[in-house]
């Protein structure tokens, strides 16, 4: 049984208005001890909590304890939805239908995760259908540049099984890109554990290439064989001992090609375990690729960090800082930079038809 309670968050204040509205939280609990909690400023996931093989029960995603941390401009995007385009977009242009089209440019010269005010950092309409919560925006044509009216629902739900369920559809009113996921960091151990625990994980991914990339992690258009090379994670591997292996940067921050048969609704995409705990967490969808990031950008450690510490920031969340390779993500998406490479799955969604993208997370003990 899934018990579902809804409840104030904090509130919203509208800067051009002075306006405050309630954001509302909706907590899913179910038998398992599992339980999902969501909000709806940004359709943010700011906590999950699983039992590990003794039955004791921690926070494994990152977040913070109120609204003003995500809020915050060092907010790496805690377990909100991503759009209107997530990932990367090279030099904040593409070109549809031969009309050249140029979208905000947030990160240097290119665009990451939907632009300055992505889908994350807006207040989403919400209804409760049973055990599911829909959770609404209408991104304005325009809206970072992106053109088209688009009516987004996000549809979040656990179920008894501890599978949590989130299912993107979209619609628009001109031809445009779409490419949404959901930005949830893990760290099986706990939320706050670090890396210490993060490199005990032992991690599968479901993917025979990757997208290479330039030094700014925007896709070359070539596609990399991941056999004889760290990125080969068919077979599981510690993640400690791969993590620091990555040429050319800090960790990994890859989009991996998923294996999939044509027709599947979805199929296996990755499995990540911690041993210690013996909790395991498998990741299903039916998109083409996932993005595996170890938090590569968190701030370092001052305990293990040799340069200057007088210049390092701090990242602080629910319970403490979060440091460098403290948590990992499995964002299940198209391939970045799409729009602007012949040979990656299409992203372009027209007037009548509907963007439909499904991940589910299961949670479970595997000793």
Same mark, same amino acid.
């Given at each position: 049984?899934?018990?579902? =309670?809804?409840?104030?968050?904090?509130?919203?204040?509208? =800067? /051009?208005?002075?306006?405050?509205?309630?954001?509302?939280?909706?907590?899913?609990?179910?038998?398992?001890? &599992?339980? &999902?909690?969501?909000?709806?400023?940004? @359709?943010?996931?700011?906590?999950?909590?699983?039992?590990?093989?003794?039955?004791?029960?921690?926070?494994? &995603?990152?977040?913070?304890?109120?609204?003003? $941390?995500?809020?915050?401009?060092?907010?790496?995007?805690?377990?909100?939805?991503?759009?209107?385009?997530? /990932?990367? !977009?090279?030099?904040?242009?593409? =070109?549809?239908? $031969?009309?050249?089209?140029?979208?905000?440019?947030?990160?240097?010269?290119?665009?990451?995760?939907?632009?300055?005010? $992505?889908?994350?950092?807006? !207040?989403?309409?919400?209804?409760?259908?049973?055990?599911?919560?829909?959770?609404?925006?209408?991104?304005?044509?325009?809206?970072?540049?992106?053109?088209?009216?688009?009516?987004? +629902?996000?549809?979040?739900?656990?179920?008894?099984?501890?599978?949590?369920?989130?299912?993107?559809? @979209?619609?628009?009113?001109?031809?445009?890109?779409?490419?949404?996921?959901?930005?949830?960091?893990?760290?099986?151990?706990?939320?706050?554990?670090?890396?210490?625990?993060?490199?005990? +994980?032992?991690?599968?991914?479901? @993917?025979?290439?990757?997208?290479?990339?330039?030094?700014?992690?925007?896709?070359?258009?070539?596609?990399?064989?991941?056999?004889?090379?760290?990125?080969?994670?068919?077979?599981?591997?510690?993640?400690?001992?791969?993590?620091?292996?990555?040429?050319?940067?800090?960790?990994?921050?890859?989009?991996?090609?998923?294996?999939?048969?044509?027709?599947?609704?979805?199929?296996?995409?990755?499995?990540? +375990?911690?041993?210690?705990?013996?909790?395991?967490?498998?990741?299903?969808?039916?998109?083409?690729?996932?993005?595996?990031?170890?938090?590569?950008?968190?701030?370092?450690?001052?305990?293990?960090?040799? $340069?200057?510490?007088?210049?390092?920031?701090?990242?602080?969340?629910?319970?403490? /800082?979060?440091?460098?390779?403290?948590?990992?993500?499995?964002?299940?998406?198209?391939?970045?930079?799409?729009?602007?490479?012949?040979?990656?799955? /299409?992203?372009?969604?027209?007037?009548?038809?509907?963007?439909? +993208?499904?991940? @589910?997370?299961?949670?479970?003990?595997?000793?």
């Amino acid at each position: 049984m899934v018990k579902l =309670k809804e409840d104030q968050f904090d509130l919203y204040t509208y =800067k /051009n208005t002075g306006k405050s509205v309630s954001v509302r939280s909706f907590t899913w609990e179910n038998d398992n001890k &599992v339980s &999902v909690q969501v909000i709806t400023y940004g @359709a943010t996931v700011t906590f999950i909590k699983v039992p590990d093989k003794s039955g004791v029960v921690k926070d494994i &995603v990152t977040g913070f304890k109120n609204l003003a $941390g995500y809020q915050d401009a060092e907010n790496p995007y805690f377990g909100a939805t991503v759009g209107r385009v997530a /990932n990367r !977009i090279a030099n904040g242009q593409f =070109k549809l239908f $031969g009309q050249t089209i140029q979208v905000s440019k947030n990160l240097g010269k290119h665009q990451l995760h939907g632009g300055f005010v $992505g889908f994350d950092k807006v !207040i989403w309409e919400h209804f409760v259908d049973g055990n599911k919560v829909v959770m609404s925006y209408h991104s304005p044509d325009m809206e970072e540049g992106y053109p088209g009216d688009l009516v987004v +629902h996000t549809t979040f739900e656990l179920t008894d099984t501890s599978e949590f369920r989130v299912e993107f559809k @979209a619609t628009t009113t001109k031809p445009t890109y779409v490419n949404l996921t959901n930005h949830s960091y893990f760290n099986l151990a706990g939320h706050n554990t670090g890396a210490s625990e993060l490199y005990k +994980h032992v991690v599968s991914i479901n @993917a025979d290439r990757i997208t290479a990339v330039d030094k700014d992690c925007i896709p070359t258009g070539s596609l990399q064989p991941v056999g004889g090379t760290v990125f080969d994670l068919q077979a599981p591997k510690v993640l400690g001992e791969l993590i620091n292996k990555v040429p050319n940067s800090d960790g990994f921050d890859h989009n991996f090609c998923v294996m999939k048969e044509s027709g599947q609704e979805k199929t296996f995409v990755a499995r990540v +375990h911690h041993p210690e705990s013996a909790r395991m967490l498998e990741v299903h969808s039916n998109q083409p690729g996932v993005q595996f990031y170890t938090a590569n950008f968190f701030p370092e450690n001052p305990s293990t960090y040799k $340069g200057d510490k007088s210049k390092l920031k701090t990242l602080t969340g629910k319970d403490g /800082n979060y440091y460098k390779h403290g948590a990992l993500c499995l964002e299940t998406q198209n391939w970045p930079d799409a729009p602007n490479h012949e040979n990656f799955p /299409n992203l372009i969604l027209k007037p009548g038809e509907t963007y439909y +993208h499904l991940v @589910a997370y299961k949670f479970s003990v595997k000793s």
